[in-house]
């Protein structure tokens, strides 16, 4: 067992007991993760952040009674997932009264996190089930075990598109 996941059980466990410095050790060893999954998915700084705020609302509402199966960051996929979506539907109800002044007023990343990454063209022409497994994979550096706890499907069908995913990869790139 690793070090990192003997310290996320550790920290449960002391959570479930009701330490207070434990739900914030597990926030600052996982916001940064928890941000930048937000970020891709909602391409927006400011609903990234209430991503974050959302899913470590839901992650810490499982205390005390919480039971760590594999991994914090596999439980936290889907949440954070799932509350993106929710953010971006959200947000398509709303349209701003001038869109293009509120862009000149934004501040500057440096970079537009709605351009997409050599990663993300690389991946584009796969099914949506195999793009997320290699995401999770290669993107977020999950393991196998923790993709299939994360997405609710077996092992065996993790390990599969993975395999078809590379595989069609190399096709492409041969």
């Given at each position: 067992?690793?070090?990192a996941?003997?310290?996320d059980?550790?920290?449960?466990?002391?959570?479930?007991?009701g330490d207070?410095?434990?739900?914030?050790?597990?926030?600052?060893?996982?916001r940064?993760?928890?941000?930048?999954?937000?970020?891709?998915?909602v391409?927006?700084?400011?609903?990234?952040?209430?991503v974050?705020?959302?899913?470590?609302?839901?992650?810490?509402?499982?205390f005390?009674?919480?039971?760590l199966?594999?991994?914090?960051?596999?439980?936290?996929?889907?949440?954070?997932?799932?509350?993106?979506?929710?953010?971006?539907?959200r947000?398509?109800?709303?349209v701003?009264?001038?869109?293009?002044?509120?862009?000149?007023?934004?501040?500057?990343?440096?970079?537009?996190?709605?351009?997409?990454?050599?990663?993300?063209?690389?991946?584009?022409?796969l099914?949506?089930?195999?793009?997320?497994?290699?995401?999770?994979?290669?993107?977020?550096?999950?393991?196998?075990?923790?993709?299939?706890?994360?997405?609710?499907v077996?092992?065996g069908?993790?390990?599969?598109?993975?395999?078809?995913?590379?595989?069609?990869?190399?096709?492409?790139?041969?």
């Amino acid at each position: 067992m690793s070090a990192a996941r003997e310290d996320d059980r550790t920290l449960v466990a002391r959570a479930n007991a009701g330490d207070a410095a434990a739900f914030t050790a597990l926030y600052r060893a996982h916001r940064d993760w928890v941000y930048g999954l937000s970020l891709r998915l909602v391409r927006d700084r400011d609903d990234a952040l209430d991503v974050v705020q959302e899913s470590f609302d839901t992650l810490f509402g499982k205390f005390p009674g919480f039971a760590l199966a594999s991994s914090i960051r596999a439980f936290l996929y889907p949440v954070v997932r799932h509350t993106a979506i929710s953010t971006l539907r959200r947000k398509r109800r709303i349209v701003p009264l001038n869109a293009a002044a509120m862009r000149a007023e934004a501040p500057s990343l440096g970079w537009d996190p709605g351009a997409p990454s050599d990663f993300d063209r690389t991946i584009a022409g796969l099914p949506e089930e195999q793009r997320e497994v290699v995401r999770l994979r290669f993107g977020l550096d999950l393991k196998l075990e923790e993709i299939a706890e994360a997405l609710g499907v077996p092992l065996g069908t993790v390990k599969s598109r993975l395999h078809n995913a590379l595989m069609a990869l190399r096709e492409t790139a041969g």
